[in-house]
């Protein structure tokens, strides 16, 4: 059938001969959901606000399917997310801080519904793979990307896979050690107390001080100290992985001045020891805010596939 016969309502289904796939960006505030070619070729996307799983993953469905037929899904989502293939709980949203999304099955019921193979993994694991195979971590063979925002996750690409092993990684909920200027503060994670996202997250910033980093004076003291925490991080991920890249990204990263003052402090922190200028090596994303949904892309290319 010539691509002009196929019917309207199915017309996402084939382009230049090749079935669409569909992508999802599951965060717990919205779900970005696309359809097209690829990270760089999308045909359609919508934000659904993230409610309760029943509906937020129902008006998902609804809106795949008026699209017409997908080959398959790359679902990036929040989490903690049961990543393990044999997992009799493999593609459950698990013990999350998101009220009404514990033990919620979010992949199978997905990839049921619209008939497809997913490929899953985590929203900042994702977000890793899109920076590594088309922004700011092309051509690197370790890759970090971190969020700064709601809430504070990352994810790392060794090679061409994500790590995983028996869940995830957590690195927002490391502990760094406390700035000078910030023993006081507990800490807001329900978990940890004053781990990093405890320490250096939005609403951690906004239950210290009563306003976001941004809204902040730039002489204000909270610059340094989010800084410090997040050049902690960085420090951490030097040490861990040996990677060519760091990229932070999220709200809290919006701040005027904050990446040069985590630069700075990194640098300082790391010294010569680890044989790289940690400065040169912390970067913005190069997608922007499209890492994730990317990512998602490339996910389901390799569900297709039958690959990781």
């Known amino acids: 059938m010539a691509i002009a016969q ?7 289904m084939l382009v230049d001969g090749r079935r669409m796939l569909g992508a999802i960006e599951a965060g717990g505030t919205k779900f970005v959901a696309a359809i097209g070619r690829g990270h760089d070729d999308i045909v359609a996307q919508v934000q659904i606000p993230t409610t309760t799983p029943e509906e937020t993953l129902q008006r998902t469905i609804d809106w795949f399917r008026a699209k017409g037929e997908i080959a398959g899904l790359g679902l990036a989502s929040f989490g903690p997310v049961d990543l393990d293939p044999v997992s009799p709980e493999w593609g459950f949203i698990i013990n999350t801080p998101k009220a009404g999304w514990g033990q919620t099955s979010i992949a199978a ?27 700011a971590a092309r051509g690197c063979d370790v890759a970090i990307y971190v ?12 090679g061409n896979d994500t790590v995983k092993g028996s869940r995830h990684p957590e690195m927002g909920h490391i ?19 004053d781990c990093l996202e405890g320490l250096a997250s939005g609403p951690a910033i906004k239950a210290r001080w009563g306003a976001s980093l941004s ?15 997040l050049a902690q991080l960085c420090q951490t991920q030097i040490a861990l992985y040996s990677p060519q890249r760091i990229i932070l990204g999220g ?15 990194a640098t300082k922190r790391a010294g010569s020891y680890f044989g790289v ?28 596939n039958g690959s990781k």
């Open 6 to 12: 196929v019917c309207a309502a199915n017309w996402f």
């Open 109 to 135: 019921r997905l990839g049921d519904a619209l008939g497809c193979p997913v490929g899953l993994d985590t929203d900042v694991n994702a977000a890793a793979i899109g920076e590594h195979l088309y922004g």
């Open 147 to 158: 969020t700064v925002g709601t809430g504070i996750g990352g994810g790392a690409v060794v």
């Open 175 to 193: 502990l760094p050690r406390r700035h000078p200027q910030d023993t006081n503060f507990a800490g807001i994670c329900p978990a940890h107390g």
């Open 215 to 229: 809204e902040l004076a730039q002489d204000h003291v909270a610059h340094d100290i989010i800084a410090d925490y």
């Open 251 to 265: 709200g809290v990263m919006q701040t005027e001045g904050i990446l040069d003052k985590i630069r700075e402090q």
């Open 277 to 304: 200028d940690a400065g040169e090596i912390i970067m913005p994303p190069g997608l922007g805010t499209r890492s994730g949904i990317s990512g998602a892309f490339e996910l389901a290319k390799r569900a297709v």
